[in-house]
């Protein structure tokens, strides 16, 4: 085994044994954190638990630390992905969750309820898969020109022009997924939210593709992928609109209506945001790691000069 090829096994056995250990960790954390929070907002408190919020935030470092670790491979983020496959799995079966870390009484037929609406586990999972990818393309292309020639010229704008409109589909489309009546939540528990509601399950899986869009966007931008993320997603998601619901009193009451759907959806684009914020770090950290690599390359190659003959 030459040098380069111990190093290159190296850094996929670090990525790949970091991810092992704590993908599943992070996945069901911040799954079980985003439930917790989503069934205290359903009886109207949406910053009760302090337990899910903080939940998701530590789970989602988990997820940057992954992602940090793919610099030099993209084993990480696939290992993250497989396993994203079988937490869902789990999360879908109501298995999957944390009741010592959740301030809620959450059963396993209401944190099944709480992902099955808006296809949570399928969302992460296609936007944990395109992150893989788009690391693995940005590392591949380091140093040549994208195919797309407007992205030549104004590579940031185009990266934003991207992220900002597949950013507000997320949205837009988790809400019309969310169930908008949760009188039977104060008798049933949070599994009450889907007595009589009709599935919105092509909006949710639209707004899955939209995310993995978001992602793919940053192999032009990260600049453009990260603000669309948090200031679209994560800002008004996990603070803005929880709080001005908690002072305004404009909280989840009986009944059908927008707000409800709203304050449902919040808690799980709050969870997608701050999972596709952090995980999408990878794919500039790739990037300027292939970059570094490839200028020293070049340099070494610049300094040993022509061949004699």
Not at 36 to 61: F, K, R, T, W, Y
Not at 204 to 210: H, K, V
Request: aromatic fraction near 6%.
């Amino acid at each position: 085994m030459t040098l380069l090829q111990h190093r290159n096994f190296s850094a996929r056995l670090r990525s790949g044994l970091f991810a092992f250990i704590f993908a599943p960790i992070a996945l069901v954390f911040l799954g079980s954190s985003m439930v917790d929070v989503q069934a205290l907002a359903a009886v109207g408190q949406p910053l009760a638990s302090v337990e899910g919020l903080i939940g998701m935030a530590l789970a989602s470092l988990l997820l940057a630390l992954i992602a940090l670790n793919c610099e030099e491979s993209s084993a990480g983020m696939v290992v993250t992905f497989v396993w994203s496959l079988a937490v869902g799995v789990t999360q879908f079966m109501g298995i999957a969750r944390i009741p010592f870390l959740m301030k809620s009484s959450v059963e396993p037929r209401d944190m099944a309820a709480g992902v099955v609406w808006g296809l949570y586990p399928l969302c992460m999972s296609l936007m944990l898969g395109a992150c893989a990818l788009t690391i693995k393309s940005v590392r591949m292309r380091a140093g040549q020109d994208t195919r797309m020639p407007l992205a030549r010229v104004h590579r940031h704008a185009f990266g934003t022009t991207v992220a900002v409109p597949a950013a507000i589909a997320v949205g837009v489309l988790m809400v019309g997924a969310a169930p908008s009546d949760t009188t039977n939540v104060a008798a049933m528990g949070l599994e009450g939210v889907l007595e009589g509601h009709l599935m919105g399950h092509g909006l949710a899986l639209g707004a899955a593709l939209a995310l993995a869009l978001l992602v793919v966007g940053a192999r032009w931008s990260i600049t453009g992928t990260q603000l669309a993320t948090w200031l679209i997603l994560v800002l008004p998601a996990f603070v803005a609109v929880p709080v001005w619901a908690s002072l305004t009193g404009n909280v989840i009451v009986p009944g059908s209506s927008l707000l409800t759907k709203v304050s449902l959806a919040c808690p799980a684009l709050a969870a997608l945001g701050m999972a596709t914020g952090c995980a999408s770090m990878g794919v500039l950290w790739a990037r300027v790691r292939a970059l570094k690599t490839l200028e020293a390359n070049e340099e070494a190659t610049h300094n040993e000069g022509p061949a004699e003959d």
